[in-house]
């Protein structure tokens, strides 16, 4: 009879689930022991560290929609991978986490490493329960079947979101009963699910809305790239010649090349979005819970349903209408509402020549906000290095199609506002619990998902010295990444704060690219911008993975450009 990890093992393979990311460790190195000869269906990354594990399986969900497994020991699935976990929970990446309760027979006794919830141990249930859409809890081969079956559905079920499957070691070791009353199903039935669509009388009250608008705006979230509707997005824009914003996390959702782009909105946001959102007298919003960053901490001159009409499209029937007031929320799939809306637009014959003058006011507008271009900072050639110049640099540098994965801290804010994306589905952020450390591993994730196209990770010291550990994994995989360190010496939003005072804000001096010859990858440091450009180069050409360590300007404050002092918030 087979095992329980054998089982484990073939049920993932047969739900389709093509990557796991870990640690062996307890009852998993019997699930990793039977995926040895499965390798051409299932590959398999060792990390580091849990956390680093934990990003890399976001990322694959983000880029595919589908759930990768995240897998090691239960008391470090559940404290460092939680990292991991929590920021797929509140980014809605598909994700499944498997683990232990390491129970060896002694739980009751308090044995070290046991996570089972008895007296003495940790409740690893109650902990994964408080970060997942879906936990289970397995104690025999069979229910450990079903567990990873139900799990993989709830992962892409609705909103998407992290499961979990915890098993007891009997769960894994012990032998599956092929007539037993669960777990003996194909995956197929329990993962066959039709999108959501919206009632057609509510589609024809949205572009009947749109329509008659006079400054309709989309606002793209990150909806858009879990739902793959870049596409569709960007078919309605242009059928109806509406401009398009984005948020955050939707940022690359519509190349912002594009002459109906108005650039990200927001408190990071730029002025041409911001004023473009303030005066609109009909907004969609897709794919968005339109957070207070998003809504520059919910300034009434930026979005207001008393003067606005306000329509929302979203998976999960609470988000529609959560944070802001909406007329109407369409609640379904935005790939399958977009393509509605679409369709009902093209057979009104809505004709987009009388809108015409619509794109030059708009193109007129972003040359007089300076669209892209709000800063003197982005053609200074300072040393050290201003960073809305490495910004503008590294634009100028990097081939269109590179996937960009960002950090936290002023890092993410300056490539937010100043990084104009040439192509959509190109920027990959932590924006739920937004932490620290997570650009690093999440371009290896990237890179591991996508081996063809460049991916390039953003991130300050102060995050990359966090999980740096996975420059060692793209090393043993031979995944060319590469990491531009803005190295200014410290935590420096942190700092920024804290003037004249600091305290627990700054490092020594860390040459960063010795790190990545260390672990076998190519370094370089550079603290003058007209060496950026060729170092980037370098570093692409060299197909290791790649450090870009660029000595920063310590002092120069991001808060000029926090959109609490664009027009809008003063109209």
């Not at 008659?212 to 078919?235: C, F, T, W």
Request: glycine share 10%; with cysteine.
């Amino acid at each position: 009879m087979p095992t329980g990890a054998q089982k484990i093992a073939e049920t993932l393979i047969d739900a389709g689930v093509d990557h796991v990311f870990g640690i062996p460790g307890g009852a998993t190195g019997a699930i990793y022991n039977s995926l040895f000869d499965k390798q051409d269906k299932m590959k398999v990354i060792l990390a580091r560290h849990e956390q680093s594990a934990s990003i890399m399986a976001d990322v694959h969900g983000r880029l595919t929609g589908k759930p990768a497994v995240l897998m090691g020991q239960g008391a470090f699935i559940g404290t460092s991978g939680g990292f991991g976990i929590m920021e797929a929970l509140m980014s809605y990446s598909p994700m499944l986490a498997i683990t232990d309760t390491s129970d060896t027979g002694f739980w009751q006794l308090g044995n070290n490493q046991e996570v089972s919830g008895e007296y003495g141990t940790g409740d690893l249930l109650s902990i994964l329960r408080a970060m997942t859409k879906y936990t289970t809890l397995a104690t025999t081969p069979n229910e450990a079947v079903l567990g990873a079956q139900l799990a993989i559905k709830h992962s892409m079920s609705g909103a998407p979101g992290p499961t979990a499957l915890l098993l007891r070691t009997n769960a894994s070791f012990g032998e599956f009963d092929p007539d037993g009353p669960v777990g003996t199903h194909p995956s197929a039935g329990y993962l066959s699910n039709v999108e959501m669509v919206a009632p057609p009388d509510a589609i024809q009250r949205v572009v009947d809305a749109l329509a008659s608008a006079k400054n309709p705006i989309i606002i793209a979230g990150n909806g858009v790239h879990m739902a793959r509707a870049h596409q569709e997005l960007r078919e309605l824009a242009e059928q109806m010649v509406i401009p398009v914003t984005t948020t955050y996390k939707g940022k690359s959702a519509i190349e912002e090349t594009h002459p109906l782009s108005v650039g990200p909105m927001g408190i990071y946001g730029i002025e041409t979005a911001n004023r473009q959102v303030s005066e609109a007298d009909v907004v969609l919003v897709v794919g968005t819970r339109l957070r207070p960053q998003d809504t520059a901490s919910h300034h009434p001159n930026l979005l207001n349903p008393d003067r606005q009409r306000i329509f929302q499209i979203d998976i999960e029937g609470r988000n529609a209408g959560w944070t802001v007031p909406v007329e109407m929320g369409l609640i379904g799939d935005a790939r399958a509402v977009l393509t509605q809306i679409i369709q009902v637009s093209r057979d009104q014959g809505l004709s987009t020549r009388e809108l015409e003058p619509r794109v030059v006011a708009l193109a007129q507008r972003k040359e007089e906000l300076r669209f892209f271009n709000d800063s003197p900072g982005l053609t200074a050639n300072q040393s050290p290095v201003q960073p809305q110049r490495l910004v503008r640099l590294l634009q100028e540098s990097v081939d269109p199609s590179t996937i960009i994965t960002l950090d936290a801290g002023n890092n993410r804010a300056w490539m937010y506002h100043f990084y104009q994306s040439q192509q959509r589905a190109t920027f990959l952020c932590p924006g739920g619990i937004a932490g620290m450390g997570w650009a690093v591993p999440a371009a290896v994730g990237a890179k591991v998902v996508r081996p063809n196209s460049p991916v390039m990770a953003v991130t300050g010291d102060g995050g990359f010295m966090m999980t740096s550990n996975a420059i060692s994994t793209a090393v043993q995989y031979q995944l060319p990444v590469v990491f531009v360190v803005l190295n200014d010496g410290g935590l420096g939003m942190v700092r920024e704060n804290q003037r004249p005072n600091l305290i627990a804000s700054e490092f020594v001096d860390t040459n960063h690219a010795k790190m990545a010859e260390a672990y076998g990858g190519w370094g370089v440091q550079v603290d003058n911008p007209n060496d950026i450009p060729a170092a980037i180069h370098d570093a692409f050409r060299s197909g290791q993975p790649a450090v870009v360590d660029v000595i920063m300007d310590r002092f120069e404050p991001f808060g000029q450009f926090r959109a609490g002092v664009s027009e809008f918030a003063r109209r």
